[in-house]
């Protein structure tokens, strides 16, 4: 009974929240009969006309997500309105604004790129790690100290548990923490930056991968199932 009692004050139950439509993609943007390679050979049901992911939003308070196999950047305003952003041959599937500005994508198809608000160029920012391609980035997301840490996912599962976690430090260093990984996709870090959180979906479950003083990672572990 006691233990019981300071378990459930410890660890009270989440509020509930209900979850209301914001926006809703346009018909008119909703490329029906479209051809996509990424559509046509990825496994799995996957919606025929837009495949929206990477929502995000800037330090202006903008919205953005992207379309993964029509190479699309949305900026949704206030009153849930799409704008095409920007559009290139390419599959975002990540998006996490730069505290300069910028917006970084991880790409399925091109590896890391950066698209500028001015100009709306999307230009290449990572696509080998010493000579190797990448295999393909699923999500990205920026430290305080301003590491960039991002998953590179492509066709890894169960069959393949190849999939890696790398970090690019600011000085260009690049670091594989983890190449073990069956289907790394979205990535988080905790608000100090000595923990890497990772959805490995495959496998259902979200790893914890913390970071040592030397900036290796070790101990890593199933932190939910």
């Given at each position: ?118 100009t709306r160029a999307v230009r290449p920012f990572l696509e080998r790690v010493r000579l190797e391609h990448l295999k393909a980035p699923n999500d990205l997301v920026f430290g305080r100290n301003g590491d ?78």
């Amino acid at each position: 009974g006691a233990g019981r009692a300071e378990l459930t004050a410890l660890f009270a139950p989440p509020p509930a929240t209900t979850a209301e439509v914001f926006a809703r993609l346009p018909d008119h943007l909703r490329l029906v009969g479209r051809e996509s390679e990424f559509i046509s050979i990825h496994p799995g049901h996957i919606p025929v006309h837009s495949l929206l992911e990477g929502p995000a939003f800037d330090r202006d308070g903008n919205f953005y997500c992207v379309d993964v196999p029509f190479g699309r950047v949305f900026r949704v305003d206030p009153q849930g309105q799409f704008e095409v952003f920007a559009e290139y041959d390419g599959w975002p599937t990540g998006l996490k604004p730069h505290r300069d500005g910028r917006i970084f994508i991880a790409d399925y198809k091109r590896g890391i790129v950066v698209l500028d608000p001015e100009t709306r160029a999307v230009r290449p920012f990572l696509e080998r790690v010493r000579l190797e391609h990448l295999k393909a980035p699923n999500d990205l997301v920026f430290g305080r100290n301003g590491d960039l840490v991002f998953t590179d996912q492509a066709l890894t599962g169960m069959q393949d548990p190849t999939g890696r976690l790398y970090r690019v430090k600011p000085d260009g260093r690049i670091d594989c923490l983890v190449d073990t990984l069956p289907s790394p996709n979205g990535v988080a870090l905790d608000p100090r930056g000595e923990v890497v959180y990772v959805a490995v979906t495959r496998q259902n479950a979200i790893w914890r991968v913390p970071i040592l003083r030397d900036g290796t990672a070790a101990k890593v572990g199933v932190f939910l199932q």
